[in-house]
């Protein structure tokens, strides 16, 4: 009979460490964009959330001819998902109201420095702005 040659079965060192820095790689590209999809995921929360409030403005403004405060629509201070505090100012005469909706810190989404907060007004002017208070509209409204 002939001896059988022994092998051994299993991973080496060197392969084990190369698929640890492929791995770490990955991981290291993955994270980072994982959470600025995340954050822009959530800034429609805070968008649908004043495209609501301004459908229920315009109906109000159809039955009594000027828009609504805060009490009168019931507003809830915050969006559907959490994200963002809602805030509603209507003029003094009732015929305008800017409405905004602000990251809030609980949840994060104050991490997002791109879109801190987002405004709308009863002439559908869409704004948001940055951390530093610099215009992003076109960045955060689409």
Same mark, same amino acid.
């Given at each position: 009979?002939?001896? *059988? %040659?022994?092998?051994?079965? +299993?991973?080496?060192?060197?392969?084990?460490?190369?698929?640890?820095?492929?791995?770490?790689?990955?991981?290291?590209?993955?994270?980072?964009?994982?959470?600025?999809?995340?954050?822009?995921? *959530?800034?429609?929360?805070?968008?649908?959330?004043?495209i609501e409030l301004q459908a229920a403005q315009d109906r109000w403004f159809g039955s009594h001819a000027r828009y609504a405060t805060v009490e009168e629509l019931a507003l809830r201070r915050r969006s559907d998902r959490g994200?963002?505090?809602?805030?509603? *100012?209507?003029?003094?005469? +009732?015929?305008?109201?800017? %409405?905004?909706?602000?990251?809030?810190?609980?949840? +994060?989404?104050?991490?997002?420095?791109?879109?801190?907060?987002?405004?709308?007004?009863? @002439? @559908?002017? *869409?704004? %948001?702005?940055?951390?530093?208070? @610099?215009?992003?509209? %076109?960045?955060?409204?689409?």
């Open positions: 009979m002939k001896p *059988r %040659a022994s092998r051994v079965l +299993g991973v080496t060192l060197p392969e084990l460490l190369t698929a640890l820095v492929i791995v770490a790689v990955l991981a290291a590209v993955a994270v980072p964009l994982w959470r600025v999809h995340l954050l822009r995921v *959530r800034r429609e929360d805070g968008i649908t959330a004043l994200f963002y505090d809602l805030e509603l *100012r209507v003029g003094d005469d +009732g015929l305008g109201y800017l %409405a905004s909706a602000k990251a809030t810190h609980q949840t +994060g989404q104050d991490d997002d420095s791109r879109c801190v907060e987002f405004t709308l007004d009863q @002439n @559908n002017r *869409r704004r %948001a702005v940055d951390s530093e208070g @610099n215009d992003r509209s %076109a960045d955060c409204w689409r």
